[in-house]
């Protein structure tokens, strides 16, 4: 069974930073590109970074380029997300998602975490 | 950026209706669209990918069509289970961009 984990969210204060993790499992980790996708509370849905299953390529949307780092750690089995000046707009759940194909860069996210809250406030 | 924009906002049905939501794509994306149902409070799952395949496990009643810029995610026979948000995606190498979501309401 697939599972994804999520943690390192929690309260930081405007410009500050967090790193978040997600602990995979029950597949080969190493075979699919992975992804963040955030919601701020009451609204839709963000893809926020990708990283492909070699973690040779990164992709991040406008909103977060320059902040945001998403990389991996393919013997461990983990993904992270380095979030740097941060903004009180940046508050939501953050969830990991997992690539539908293997090898192949972005597509559809077959499975995902539970989520951490990140909220930015002073 | 290619801009993607779902219709219904919102979606007020009974149970046993059939249900139909549209998304629609600023510009041709081929087939490389999913959609997504989401409770509250949980995450998302996963319904449909490249525009009309099932999910293994999703029931038969979701069906998703369309290709290019006009796309629907149909429920051919709405249970209770069913009443969530639903999102679709555009999907390509190097980004994900969703919908701004449909939420089906209990009429």
């Known amino acids: 069974e697939v599972q994804l984990v999520e943690s390192g969210g929690g309260l930081v204060q405007p410009g500050g930073s967090l790193r978040l993790s997600c602990a995979a499992s029950g597949f080969t980790f190493s075979r699919y590109a992975m992804s963040w996708v955030r919601q701020a509370p009451g609204k839709g849905l963000e893809w926020v970074s990708g990283?492909?299953?070699?973690?040779?390529?990164?992709y991040s949307a406008d909103s977060v380029k320059g902040r945001f780092t998403i990389s991996r750690d393919n013997p461990k089995n983990t993904l992270f997300l380095q979030m740097n000046s941060l903004r009180a707009e940046d508050t939501a759940v953050y969830y990991c998602?997992?690539?539908?194909?293997?090898?192949?860069?972005?597509?559809?996210?077959?499975?995902w975490g539970q989520g951490t809250l990140v909220t930015v406030s002073s | 950026d290619i801009q993607m924009t779902q219709s219904p906002s919102t979606l007020s049905a009974i149970v046993g209706d059939r249900v139909t939501i549209t998304c629609r794509a600023s510009?041709?994306?081929?087939?490389?669209l999913a959609w997504y149902q989401q409770i509250p409070g949980k995450a998302p799952k996963l319904l449909i990918y490249?525009?009309?395949s099932l999910e293994s496990g999703v029931p038969s009643r979701f069906s998703g069509g369309g290709s290019g810029t006009e796309f629907t995610l149909t429920i051919s026979s709405l249970q209770p289970d069913d009443f969530a948000t639903y999102y679709c995606?555009?999907?390509?190498?190097?980004?994900?961009?969703f919908g701004q979501g449909t939420r089906v309401e209990i009429k």
């Open positions: 490249k525009a009309s």
């Open positions: 998602a997992k690539g539908g194909d293997a090898y192949s860069l972005g597509g559809h996210f077959d499975n």
């Open positions: 990283v492909s299953d070699t973690g040779r390529s990164t």
């Open positions: 510009q041709s994306i081929s087939n490389w």
């Open positions: 995606q555009h999907y390509n190498s190097y980004s994900g961009t």
